[in-house]
């Protein structure tokens, strides 16, 4: 059975780097037709994408916007999990923080797995 | 950004109804729309993709249409395990966004 397995702190002081780790069981992150995203939501904003990391030949990364120059990911094959590293936090980066996999159908893509969320305060 | 918006946010139905939700997007995203249900504590699930085609293993009263800018989802036949709140998403740009949700209420 195919897994997301979430990780990190529930509470982050703000000025912090907020770090969250996703374990994958059941598929390989280096997977060539996967995306692994980062996803969060909040009263105020609802769901909220923040970014991608896949392998394609290479790791590749994309960031919302809204978090480009905050946010770091990575992926670790040797763990089999890919993480997310949000620089600077505020309380507005107050949520439920979701990984999910990214899966392609013909040319159109859904996610198709997600973790249960971790929530995550921004609190000093 | 694409923009999102769902309607309505919140409906009240019972067991045994049709229920109706509606989903718009800013510009056109051909059928690049995505339905999830989701219930507070649990992962978020796919229902449909690619606007029409039902995901494996989800029952077969569930159904979307449309194309373009507009689209629905319907339940045909409201069961009690599927009162939750419902979201679209388009997977048309790389920046994925999502709508408000639509919460289906007793």
């Known amino acids: 059975q195919i897994q997301l397995q979430q990780s990190g702190p529930g509470l982050v002081k703000p000025s912090q780097t907020l770090s969250l780790t996703c374990a994958v069981s059941g598929d390989n992150v280096a997977n060539n037709s996967a995306t692994w995203h980062w996803i969060r939501q909040s009263p105020s904003r609802g769901f909220e994408w923040l970014g991608r990391t896949y392998f394609r030949s290479k790791w590749y990364h994309d960031f919302a916007d809204s978090v480009k120059g905050r946010l770091t990911a990575n992926a670790d094959t040797s763990k089999n999990q890919f993480s997310l590293q949000l620089s600077s936090v505020t309380p507005e980066d107050t949520a439920v923080y979701f990984c999910?996999?990214?899966?392609?159908?013909?040319?159109?893509?859904?996610?198709?797995?997600w973790g249960r969320g971790t929530l995550v305060t921004v609190s000093s | 950004d694409i923009q999102m918006t769902q309607s309505p946010s919140s409906l009240s139905a019972s067991v045994g109804d049709r229920v109706t939700i509606t989903c718009r997007a800013s510009q056109t995203i051909s059928n690049h729309l995505n339905w999830y249900q989701h219930i507070p504590g649990k992962a978020p699930k796919v229902l449909i993709y690619a606007a029409s085609t039902l995901q494996s293993g989800v029952p077969s009263r569930f159904s979307g249409s449309g194309s373009g800018t507009d689209f629905t989802l319907t339940i045909s036949g409201l069961q009690r395990e599927d009162f939750a709140t419902y979201y679209c998403q388009q997977s048309y740009s790389t920046a994925l966004t999502f709508g408000g949700g639509t919460k289906v209420e007793i």
């Open positions: 999910a996999r990214g899966a392609m159908a013909a040319i159109y893509w859904y996610l198709d797995l």
